[in-house]
């Protein structure tokens, strides 16, 4: 350990415990439900070790020093082994927080969205379709039921990246989601108009990264939730006739 690691003051396991403890008594106290409280607890922790590997991962390696080709190949290898552990530690957090494809599923089984899910996607779009357009007074009530549907499009996992995915996907899109929300969202000479009504809404950003991502899917669950057809149908048209 070098003199630099003994003058640092880690937080042990026991500190870890009493944190999230900590944690999970305040977030009862605000009337969050312990089993909510310990999986946004358990993604935090799981996310954080993930981007960990992801900046070590791409940070590129040297091993310290000038003694030779030899201590270098061994150094880069125990670097790589330890890295690799990080990667596993963060895949089993993960599993911990959201299951696996195991023998208790069926491979690339979907289940109905929770209310942990539901709430994390809710918090990832509403500044992403802030960015694009304002808060629109027409706004039709059936958010949960829409993003229900959107998550169902997806395994567990795949949910757990979800924000990223819709930040990259209005990253990647943002010229031809300016233009539909221009022509077609709040303040737009079509404001009333039935077709077009979820964008209106925040969840529209979700609906179109999965009719891009996964359309049929997207169907699939949105007619199964008996959601009014003629929305997905007009942001289908609207979004194809801007590409």
Same mark, same amino acid.
């Given at each position: ?47 954080? #070790?993930?981007?960990? /590997?992801?900046? *070590? ?15 270098? !190949? ?58 694009? !357009?304002?808060?629109?007074?027409? &706004? ?6 829409? *993003?229900?549907?959107?998550?169902? +499009?997806?395994? #567990? ?6 924000? $990223? ?7 990647? /899109? ?18 009333? /108009? ?5 964008? /209106?809404?925040? !969840? ?27 929305? *997905? &149908?007009?942001? !289908?048209?609207?979004? +194809?006739?801007? $590409?």
């Amino acid at each position: 350990m070098s003199t630099a690691d003994e003058g640092r003051q880690w937080p042990d396991e026991a500190s870890l415990d009493n944190a999230r403890a900590t944690l999970l008594q305040l977030l009862a106290r605000a009337g969050v439900p312990s089993g909510d409280a310990r999986e946004l607890i358990g993604l935090v922790e799981a996310g954080a #070790l993930a981007l960990a /590997h992801e900046e *070590l991962s791409a940070a590129g390696r040297t091993a310290p020093g000038d003694k030779g080709e030899e201590y270098e !190949t061994g150094w880069l290898d125990g670097a790589g082994n330890v890295l690799e552990g990080l990667g596993d530690v963060a895949e089993r957090t993960l599993l911990l927080v959201v299951g696996s494809d195991g023998p208790q599923r069926t491979p690339g089984e979907r289940p109905r969205a929770g209310r942990v899910e539901v709430e994390q996607t809710r918090v990832a779009l509403t500044p992403l379709y802030l960015s694009f !357009t304002t808060v629109s007074e027409l &706004d039709p009530e059936v958010t949960e039921e829409v *993003l229900v549907a959107v998550l169902g +499009t997806m395994t #567990l996992r795949q949910r757990a990246g979800y924000a $990223g995915r819709l930040t990259r996907f209005a990253a990647t /899109h943002r010229a031809r989601l300016e233009g539909l929300f221009a022509e077609f969202g709040p303040g737009s000479a079509i404001a009333v /108009h039935g077709r077009y009504s979820l964008l /209106h809404s925040a !969840t529209s950003i979700a609906v179109l990264e999965r009719l891009a991502a996964a359309p049929q899917e997207l169907r699939q669950e949105w007619d199964a939730a008996e959601l009014p057809p003629a929305w *997905l &149908d007009g942001l !289908t048209a609207a979004w +194809t006739a801007r $590409g």
